[in-house]
């Protein structure tokens, strides 16, 4: 009978264990949607049309997009000469890539390269999250930045975090994505 209660009770203190590690850790990249309102609240409002998002950045960090195309969108501290989040949209209504066939189609396969990966969800959206991904900053070929992918069927919207994980966590699950409907005005 000892050995069963011990048994139990090791059993409980080994779960326990791992749920406080997963709730302490910085590799779980998820922010309730609650926490996420309250951290934002005074944030600025980035909106990019041309592939359907917007988000929330903190007062104060400069915002650079290449315009109407919405290609690109850099966000970066005021104090700080690199981008901290780096996002980059790309149309999929032609081919209608699934991520795995994007990435083949790309200079860089991150799904066979080797890197840690695991899947997550952005606004109701699966992604995957790539963790320490090399050569991804021409200015800096050896820095480490985490890249997660989103396939939203008619776009990818790949995310580069660089700098400052704690904020662009928090930019990134501020996330909304628009809707795939055109609508037509008579």
Not at 129 to 148: C, N, T, Y
Request: charged share 30%; net charge negative; hydrophobic share 40%.
């Amino acid at each position: 009978m000892n050995k069963i209660l011990l048994g139990g009770l090791l059993i409980c203190l080994s779960l326990s264990l791992v749920g406080c590690e997963k709730a302490d850790n910085p590799n779980v990249f998820e922010i309730n949607e609650k926490t996420i309102k309250v951290l934002v609240k005074g944030w600025q409002l980035y909106t990019n049309p041309a592939f359907r998002y917007e988000l929330r950045f903190p007062k104060g960090w400069i915002v650079w997009d290449s315009g109407e195309d919405g290609l690109i969108s850099r966000f970066q501290p005021e104090n700080n000469s690199e981008d901290s989040v780096k996002i980059m949209g790309y149309t999929n209504w032609k081919e209608k890539y699934t991520l795995e066939e994007f990435y083949e189609n790309r200079f860089e396969n991150l799904f066979t390269a080797g890197y840690e990966s695991e899947e997550i969800e952005i606004d109701n959206e699966k992604a995957i999250w790539f963790k320490q991904v090399k050569d991804r900053m021409e200015a800096r070929p050896g820095k480490l930045v985490d890249v997660i992918a989103v396939n939203l069927n008619d776009r990818i919207i790949e995310i580069e975090i660089r700098n400052d994980f704690d904020d662009s966590k928090v930019i990134i699950n501020s996330l909304s994505f628009y809707g795939t409907k055109t609508i037509l005005i008579d």
